[in-house]
C-alpha cells in the first residue's frame, strides 16, 4: 500500500496540472542615468513579464518614500514587454531615496488584471 502511495506521487508530480496558475507579473527597470531634479525627467526603460491575457495596456505610477505619487501614464501593451526609455511622465524625484514604481495591467474595458511593484534606490 505504501508503495503505491509513492508510486501515485511520483507520477502525479510529473503531470502538469490543469490548476497551475500562471506565474506572477513583473517589472524590472534601472535608474541608471537617470538624473536627480531633472527638468525634463525621461522614464527608465521598463521590462514587464508574465502580463496576464486580455492586457491592452500597462498603467505606470510612481511613488516617492514619503508614499508621494509622483506621476506616471498608461502605455500601449508592447509586443515584447519592453516599454521605452522616456515613455511615461513623472516628476524626477530631487531628493535620495527608495521610489517605487508600480505597473498594472488593464484589458479593454478598463478593469485590472494584475500588477507588479518593484522598488530601488534612487541616489
Do not use: H
Amino acid at each position: 500500500m505504501k508503495k503505491a502511495f509513492v508510486l501515485a506521487c511520483l507520477i502525479s508530480a510529473s503531470v502538469p496540472s490543469a490548476w497551475a496558475s500562471a506565474a506572477d507579473m513583473t517589472l524590472d527597470f534601472t535608474w541608471l542615468g537617470t538624473t536627480l531634479c531633472a527638468p525634463r525627467p525621461s522614464s527608465p526603460e521598463f521590462q514587464v513579464d508574465n502580463v496576464p491575457a486580455g492586457t491592452t495596456k500597462l498603467r505606470f505610477a510612481l511613488m516617492g518614500p514619503t508614499g508621494r505619487e509622483l506621476g506616471g501614464a498608461d502605455v500601449q501593451l508592447p509586443a515584447r514587454g519592453a516599454i521605452p526609455k522616456g515613455a511615461v511622465t513623472y516628476r524626477s524625484p530631487c531628493v535620495g531615496g527608495i521610489y517605487t514604481w508600480t505597473v498594472e495591467a488593464i484589458d479593454a474595458d478598463g478593469k485590472r488584471l494584475g500588477s507588479a511593484s518593484l522598488a530601488r534606490p534612487f541616489y
